[in-house]
């Protein structure tokens, strides 16, 4: 991590013009650290569980008091006298120092310049790194946010998050397991034979695609190419795959056929309906039921889970007993307490109803927020029942939930502190006077909350996807299966090409034409063959090797579909391809925010292109150092 990004990004102003004295900056902050009376009070959510501030802080001396130094050295840019950056970001939110103080604090700004950038640089940083140490905070190098487009967290002024999967995150088998058990019986009032089916989460993972016309189950590539299919619970040949996909595409767009499952919400739906495309295979379908279809059939099974959260059974029985259904975050409120603390407005936008997110919240937040504060102290502004996607592509009525019962007004502006029932998108920006990419929305449905935000707001996203704690853990076991994989594949590689030569001479010879050399023109006809035989016969013995592993790869994670975010061993799927488009950033969790300050600078990652990297060919046969 750079200093930069530990530390905040800084600029000195003399005589409002900017004047870049990093190291300065970065040794005046030091010292205002260690000095200030401040960091002996540290909230103990920003300290948690770690040892009281070191005696070395008695070194240093400075004769103002904390409000002095933040009040008179600091300043914060605003959104009037912000700029962009060569990142092209904005600068709102920069925390600037004054410098008519440098003086004061007996600190030269030009003195402190000398010598190569690179170099102070580097020892500023080593040296706030030891500081950071012996404050006993530790600094940060593993990533758990990652980044898709730059981000700078300074310039956000707002923060919106979602509840269910984000905010809150369920335990799949108890809260999906139940919402099965419900749709399950309501498909036996509608006549459905349903006896004998069990919940297995395992059978879907999120990102996959259900085809409603052919009763399938697909995963496809981020090009829409179809890699693996399943129809009812069996999975599909490689050659049916081809031959029932290789001249179609997924399509989101053409929502008649196709149904892409966002978030965990649609586990239990699609294990439920696979399922019962074996039943409607099996003729196990009533007949009073009339003649029936694999897309009818989808549509029965979701009016069967419809209801079964319309009427309010299933979310009744969790609110009865929340510590059966959700997994607790300790560091999750903390980690919103530190954005509220660092003048952020927190949003709560859910299409949950009032009493279901005021007994959820309460059970996941209060007891880990210090100094008896309560989750709605947390935000600024809570949305229930917003109405998810429509609450960002249009306009209704908002309303003030005004008593705990729930009883409700017409109003038609937001104010801090205040809690409403749906509402819009743009009323919330025109409320806080924030738009666009000043706002930030955390969610775990990528059409619902991320894509729907930055297609008709342009908000800045990010995406929550618990899965990928999972996938990552696989990732890792899996380093030495895939090293292998890849290496045999590379020695097929070389060997096809070393053969396809040898095709190529023999085809011109059987021409009459010259071969490639004068050599190769001269070549014995035997020696051709036997040379071509021995490389098919070692290329056959590579492929059967190959096939299993490669239909083995990412079973550490799910052994029906592989991993979450890739479609064969190399290629991105159709998710990925989701996440790359609409969400700026992504990460597992929530209080993954905790490992970050508030003011941090999140970079895109070089994304590599095709004609980036040499061939393992070139790297083999021309002894050329191959940098990748």
């Known amino acids: 991590m750079y200093a930069a990004e530990v530390l905040g990004k800084f600029s ?12 300065a900056s970065t040794q005046c902050l030091r010292n205002f650290i260690l000095i200030s009376p401040l960091t002996a009070h540290i909230n103990t959510h920003v300290i948690s569980g770690r040892a009281p501030m070191p005696p070395m802080m008695m070194r240093y001396r400075c004769s103002m008091d904390a409000k002095s130094v933040g009040g008179d050295v600091f300043s914060v840019t605003s959104s009037s006298k912000s700029d962009v950056d060569y990142l092209g970001e904005s600068t709102k939110g920069d925390f600037n120092l004054k410098s008519e103080h440098l003086q004061g604090l ?14 102070i640089a580097r020892v500023e940083a080593q040296e706030a790194e030891v500081l950071l140490r012996d404050l006993g905070i530790p600094v940060q190098f593993i990533s758990h946010i990652w980044s898709l487009r730059t981000l700078n967290l300074r310039s956000i002024s707002a923060i919106g998050y979602d509840m269910d999967y984000t905010l809150m995150h369920y335990n799949v088998m108890a809260w999906e397991g139940r919402a099965y058990d419900y749709c399950l019986e309501n498909l036996r009032n509608m006549g459905f034979l349903v006896d004998g089916l069990t919940f297995d989460p395992d059978l879907v993972i999120r990102g996959l695609v ?52 966002n978030t965990l919400f649609s586990v239990s739906e699609a294990v439920a309906y696979m399922q019962m495309v074996d039943r409607l295979d099996n003729g196990a379908i009533a007949a009073e039921l009339g003649p029936l279809d694999y897309k009818g059939l989808f549509q029965a099974v979701g009016r069967a889970l419809f209801r079964a959260h319309v009427e309010g059974q299933l979310k009744s029985e969790i609110m009865s007993k929340p510590e059966l259904f959700v997994e607790p975050d300790p560091e999750l409120p903390l980690a919103l307490l530190d954005q509220k603390e660092a003048g952020k407005k927190l949003l709560l936008i859910t299409n949950s109803d009032y009493h279901y997110t005021d007994k959820m919240m309460q059970h996941s937040f209060n007891r880990f927020l210090p100094n008896d504060m309560g989750w709605r102290d947390l935000f600024d502004i809570v949305i229930v029942s917003a109405r998810k996607p429509e609450f960002f592509q249009m306009s209704h009525p908002m309303y ?25 998108a743009q009323m919330i920006e025109n409320s806080l006077n924030i738009h666009g ?28 996807c618990r899965e990928l704690e999972e996938e990552y853990s696989a990732l890792i ?38 071969a490639q050399t004068l050599a190769a023109t001269n070549m014995d006809d035997q020696e051709l063959a036997e ?31 592989g991993f979450l975010s890739r479609a064969g061993l190399w290629d991105k799927s159709h998710l990925m391809r989701q ?43 021309n002894g050329t150092a191959v940098e990748n």
């Open 12 to 23: 000195v102003y003399r005589e409002s013009a900017p004047l870049s004295v990093s190291m």
């Open 106 to 119: 007996g600190i030269d700004g030009q003195a402190s310049l000398e010598g190569p950038i690179e170099e």
């Open 210 to 261: 259900i085809d409603k016309e052919r009763g399938n189950l697909v995963k496809a590539d981020r090009f829409g190419y179809v890699k693996r299919a399943m129809h009812g619970t069996k999975m599909l040949s490689t050659r049916a795959v081809s031959e029932m996909y290789g001249r179609e595409l997924v399509d989101l767009r053409k929502e008649s056929q196709w149904e892409f499952l």
């Open 400 to 424: 003030e939930v005004v008593t705990g019962e729930g009883l409700m007004r017409p109003c038609f502006k937001a104010r801090t502190g205040g809690l409403y029932s749906g509402g819009s």
């Open 437 to 464: 990419d000043e706002i930030l929305y955390v969610g775990d449905h990528i059409y619902t909350d991320v894509s729907q935000s930055k297609v008709h707001l342009r908000w800045r996203t990010a995406l929550i």
């Open 477 to 514: 076991r899996s380093q030495g299966h895939r090293a292998s994989l890849i290496e045999l594949i590379n020695q097929k590689e070389v060997v096809g090409e070393l053969f396809n030569q040898l095709r190529l001479s023999l085809q011109r010879q059987i021409k009459g034409r010259p």
């Open 531 to 561: 040379s071509m035989q021995k490389l098919l016969i070692v290329m056959q013995r590579l492929d059967e090797k190959i096939a299993p592993m490669l239909e083995a790869d990412g079973e550490l994670f799910n052994r029906r579909w």
């Open 579 to 621: 996440v790359e488009k609409y969400a700026d950033i992504y990460t597992s969790r929530v209080s993954n925010f905790l490992h970050y300050t508030p003011f941090m600078y999140f970079r895109s990652q070089e994304q590599t292109l095709a004609h980036d990297s040499h061939s393992y060919y070139q790297s083999q046969f």
